[in-house]
């Protein structure tokens, strides 16, 4: 009994310091991203480090929301700069805990046929996805949009963001966890008119008329190397 007695105190204390060590891990892993922050290769979203594009990268708008199954999302954008206008974007979405459920896929992404160039896998399984694909995007908030994706509009209301964006756009789930990322660029700054809506359906960026542009066809070329280069990274943050 005396040895019990000695080694129950021990037992207590490393009890307590698991709840500790516990407790600072939960509240580190809370902590938001800071608006004004700087990144650059690389940016972590609820433990998930995300690959950024070359240069420096300001985080513009941070939220945090629950999905339809009561799960923490948390939602970041980080933009560039050509001077005064907007040049670049990158928007990620991803769960803040462990969902041993899966995630429905995204059909916005993955099964896509109208789109310039991408990657999908043919499983279907909710805890193993990947897709991605590159496609112009309107530059509209949409229905129910959320508080991030609000502010970020409200932010670049003034700054040249154009009426229609290219857009590698990425959805990962891996076991428990997913990842989505889209990675957007004002065509304008690499030397294109702005087109006149932002209506998907007839854009002068919609797959079946910008194939007859030559010039847009080798800019979309190098997005789609671009995209296939971050592909290869991005399958590897869930683990």
């Known amino acids: ?24 891990a939960s509240t580190a892993h809370a902590q938001p991203l800071m608006l004004g922050a700087k990144y650059r290769d690389h940016v972590i979203v609820a433990d998930h480090s995300v690959p950024l594009l070359d240069g420096e990268w300001t985080v513009v708008a941070v939220g945090s929301t629950k999905s339809t199954k009561g799960n923490d999302i948390e939602r970041v954008y980080l933009a560039q700069m050509a001077g005064n206008r907007l040049s670049r ?36 399984n909710p805890k193993d996805t990947e897709c991605w694909v590159l496609n ?20 670049s209301d003034a700054l040249g963001r154009p009426n229609t964006a290219l857009a590698l756009v990425y959805f990962f789930a891996k076991r428990g966890d997913f990842l989505r990322v889209e990675y957007s660029f004002n065509p304008v700054v690499a030397g294109f008119h702005d087109t006149g809506s932002a209506g998907w359906r007839g854009n002068p960026w919609h797959v079946d008329v910008a194939s007859k542009d030559e010039k847009k066809l080798a800019y979309l070329r190098e997005l789609k190397a671009t995209g296939e280069a971050l592909f290869e990274k991005l399958k590897g943050v869930l683990k």
Not at 7 to 17: E, I, Q, T, Y
Not at 105 to 124: L, N, P, Q, S
Not at 136 to 155: C, E, M, V
């Open 89 to 124: 974007w990158i928007y990620i979405s991803t769960n803040g805990e462990w969902f041993p459920g899966g995630w429905s896929r995204d059909k916005e992404i993955c099964d896509r046929k109208d789109v310039h160039a991408g990657y999908f896998d043919t499983a279907h």
């Open 1 to 24: 009994m005396r040895g019990f007695r000695r080694k129950h105190p021990d037992v207590r204390f490393l009890g307590a310091l698991i709840v500790l060590v516990a407790s600072i």
């Open 136 to 155: 112009h995007l309107g530059q509209t908030l949409g229905k129910n949009p959320s508080q991030a994706s609000i502010d970020f509009y409200r932010w």
